[in-house]
């Protein structure tokens, strides 16, 4: 029966990351896949996260299913670390919060939402985005197109582009934008940029669509909520998918939200009352444990803090360390200014190496990066970035 199946390549990302795995070469750099770590290489453990994980075992008296959507009481922290407490959206009602399997299992459950109950709809995405966006929606049978997004010779975000592309499109489609450090870009749209997308959005009868998984790795926890609060606009729909994944560094934990914004509370429970459904047939419901961490470190208000200041030092030692990768590449001389990457936001950077260079850089040096030149700046650290630097300089050279 399954002799005619082939074998399937490897993921864009998390292929490169078993063939890192298998590589024997001791000086090898894995820059590919979307992990923090530390100036060691290390993807720490939060002490608030630890402190928290003491507290949940103290006090679980059951290890019973959770309802469909999770927990409420996740539902209501996540609501609150995005929109703001006082938010309207919050006190009038009409959001809906479901834990999910991560931020991907998140986008699947809209993806499959947007099939069943949107099926005219087809969901534009920026070029380029995550490379598991197309894939996602393909999956769930929903077409996607692309809209403009980043200006290659600039370096920078074409706005005028997206704003001319995007008044095009037809009145029922989804629109997908990245709350904050857009991956693989790290560009990211200013607040008066933002307010600008939601008038055209708004206008031409679109639903957006923001997937915000690095709340707190742009700006700041509350600055980067920006976007996604320009489009909470009075009676306004619009669809989120988020992760604690980065700001909570619960990697394996899938813990992950998908929060659908309603006119009003009778529209978003009938709406929800669907999202329900489609998570029965899909996973049933979610895992309670790394909902659990983030709803204790969220409503306690000591671990809260001590949460902010290491989400802080996370975003200060990627923005650190753009720095030193942009003065190091200057000093081994590597042709061009690469000043821009001091300007990108998150854990991304989209360098600039083409994929013949970036295939050098894999075969000759054992240094990893994904084809399209994107770079995850939280993997270099002081012990590494002389010798990558020195290896771009090579490559670029030729």
Same mark, same amino acid.
């Given at each position: 029966?399954?002799?005619?199946?082939?074998?399937?390549?490897?993921?864009?990302?998390?292929?490169?990351?078993?063939?890192?795995?298998?590589?024997?070469?001791?000086?090898?750099?894995?820059?590919?896949?979307?992990?923090?770590?530390?100036?060691?290489?290390?993807?720490?453990?939060?002490?608030?996260?630890?402190?928290?994980?003491?507290?949940?075992?103290?006090?679980?008296?059951?290890?019973?299913?959770?309802?469909?959507?999770?927990?409420?009481?996740?539902?209501?922290?996540?609501?609150?670390?995005?929109?703001?407490?006082?938010?309207?959206?919050?006190?009038?009602?009409?959001?809906?919060?479901?834990?999910?399997?991560?931020?991907?299992?998140?986008?699947?459950?809209?993806?499959?939402?947007?099939?069943?109950?949107?099926?005219?709809?087809?969901?534009?995405?920026?070029?380029?985005?995550?490379?598991?966006?197309?894939?996602?929606?393909?999956?769930?049978?929903?077409?996607?197109?692309?809209?403009?997004?980043?200006?290659?010779?600039?370096?920078?975000?074409?706005?005028?582009?997206?704003?001319?592309?995007?008044?095009?499109?037809?009145?029922?489609?989804?629109?997908?934008?990245?709350?904050?450090?857009?991956?693989?870009?790290?560009?990211?749209?200013?607040?008066?940029?933002?307010?600008?997308?939601?008038?055209?959005?708004?206008?031409?009868?679109?639903?957006?669509?923001?997937?915000?998984?690095?709340?707190?790795?742009?700006?700041?926890?509350?600055?980067?909520?920006?976007?996604?609060?320009?489009?909470?606009?009075?009676?306004?729909?619009?669809?989120?998918?988020?992760?604690?994944?980065?700001?909570?560094?619960?990697?394996?934990?899938?813990?992950?939200?998908?929060?659908?914004?309603? %006119?009003? @509370?009778? !529209? +978003?429970?009938? =709406?929800? $009352?669907?999202?329900?459904? #489609?998570?029965?047939?899909?996973?049933? &419901?979610?895992?309670?444990?790394?909902?659990?961490?983030?709803?204790?470190?969220?409503?306690?208000?000591?671990?809260?803090?001590?949460?902010?200041?290491?989400?802080?030092?996370?975003?200060?030692?990627?923005?650190?360390?753009?720095?030193?990768?942009?003065?190091?590449?200057?000093?081994?001389?590597?042709?061009?200014?690469?000043?821009?990457?001091?300007?990108?936001?998150?854990?991304?950077?989209?360098?600039?190496?083409?994929?013949?260079?970036?295939?050098?850089? %894999?075969? @000759?040096? !054992? +240094?990893?990066? =994904?084809? $399209?030149?994107?770079?995850? #700046?939280?993997?270099?650290?002081?012990? &590494?970035?002389?010798?990558?630097?020195?290896?771009?300089?090579?490559?670029?050279?030729?």
């Amino acid at each position: 029966m399954f002799e005619h199946i082939q074998a399937a390549p490897p993921d864009p990302i998390l292929g490169l990351s078993e063939a890192f795995k298998a590589d024997p070469n001791p000086k090898k750099i894995n820059l590919s896949v979307g992990v923090y770590q530390d100036n060691s290489g290390k993807t720490p453990i939060l002490e608030s996260v630890r402190k928290a994980g003491q507290l949940v075992l103290e006090r679980q008296k059951s290890m019973s299913y959770l309802p469909i959507p999770g927990s409420p009481a996740y539902a209501a922290a996540v609501q609150q670390l995005m929109f703001g407490k006082e938010h309207e959206v919050v006190k009038s009602g009409r959001a809906a919060t479901s834990h999910t399997p991560g931020g991907t299992g998140a986008l699947r459950v809209a993806a499959d939402f947007i099939h069943q109950h949107l099926p005219k709809a087809t969901v534009w995405l920026t070029q380029p985005t995550w490379p598991n966006h197309p894939q996602i929606f393909s999956a769930a049978g929903v077409p996607t197109k692309n809209y403009p997004y980043f200006d290659a010779k600039a370096n920078s975000l074409a706005f005028d582009e997206a704003l001319a592309a995007i008044e095009k499109i037809p009145a029922g489609d989804v629109i997908m934008l990245h709350g904050c450090c857009h991956n693989p870009t790290g560009i990211d749209p200013t607040p008066a940029q933002w307010s600008k997308l939601a008038d055209v959005i708004y206008g031409r009868g679109l639903l957006p669509f923001l997937d915000f998984a690095y709340q707190g790795f742009a700006e700041g926890i509350d600055q980067d909520a920006a976007g996604l609060r320009a489009l909470c606009r009075p009676g306004a729909e619009l669809i989120v998918c988020s992760s604690f994944s980065k700001n909570f560094g619960l990697y394996c934990e899938r813990v992950g939200a998908l929060t659908i914004v309603a %006119k009003d @509370k009778a !529209a +978003i429970d009938k =709406v929800q $009352s669907q999202v329900k459904v #489609v998570i029965r047939s899909n996973y049933s &419901n979610p895992p309670a444990h790394g909902a659990e961490l983030v709803t204790t470190v969220l409503s306690d208000e000591a671990l809260r803090a001590t949460w902010e200041k290491e989400v802080n030092t996370m975003r200060d030692r990627i923005n650190g360390t753009r720095e030193l990768f942009v003065k190091t590449l200057k000093a081994k001389g590597v042709p061009g200014d690469y000043s821009f990457i001091t300007r990108q936001r998150g854990m991304f950077s989209f360098s600039g190496l083409t994929p013949p260079q970036v295939e050098q850089l %894999k075969q @000759k040096y !054992a +240094i990893y990066i =994904v084809s $399209s030149g994107r770079i995850n #700046v939280a993997g270099i650290t002081d012990q &590494n970035v002389r010798p990558l630097c020195e290896a771009i300089a090579e490559v670029v050279k030729g």
